[in-house]
């Protein structure tokens, strides 16, 4: 066997171990942004025995640098608007981003007010959406789900490389 063509199968099985420890293990951090903590109430009822968020491997975290899924709530205020980003540049690449809540997608009720910069969009890139107020805890546990289906590769896509620079 050709040991370029050894390295690279090494290295599409090891990115696909990733792939397959990403989606199936993801941790995640939540984040308030200002909101009356109704999505708040819902987000941990998902983490409670009748719905068990954790069969699906999802694990709360308190540290951003541990986190792969930021799970935000809440209108983004001028006070918190430097503490999200701040939170979000310190994940490690691939971050996931699901905004909970009708005011996390577009400011809500807070939506035109002097401290409210409307929806989490706004300031940080989205790549899920749930929307509701509050939304229910098995729309959020749907929400999610969809997210981490997507992270599963296909069985005919190409596995995907992550360029290094070396």
């Given amino acids: 066997m050709n040991p370029n063509s050894a ?25 308030n942004s200002g909101s009356c903590n109704g999505c708040d109430i819902e987000l941990v009822a998902t983490l409670t025995p009748r719905y068990d968020l954790e069969r ?30 701040r939170i979000y540049e310190q994940m490690p690449d691939p971050k996931f981003v699901v905004a909970i809540g009708a005011c ?25 959406y749930i929307p509701g107020c509050p939304p229910r805890t098995e729309a959020i546990i749907q929400g999610l ?9 296909t069985p005919d896509a190409e596995p995907v490389t992550e360029e290094t620079d070396v």
């Fill in 7 to 31: 390295n690279k199968v090494d290295k599409d099985m090891l990115n696909n171990l990733k792939s397959w420890a990403r989606a199936n293990s993801p941790w995640a951090i939540h984040f």
């Fill in 56 to 85: 699906f491997g999802v694990l709360m975290r308190g540290s951003p640098r541990h986190a792969d899924i930021l799970l935000a709530t809440g209108p983004v205020t001028r006070q918190s608007r430097d503490r999200l980003i």
């Fill in 104 to 128: 996390a997608l577009t400011g809500g009720v807070f939506r035109g007010t002097y401290n409210c910069l409307d929806g989490i969009d706004k300031v940080i890139p989205v790549d899920a």
């Fill in 145 to 153: 789900v969809a997210l981490l289906g997507s992270l599963k590769p």
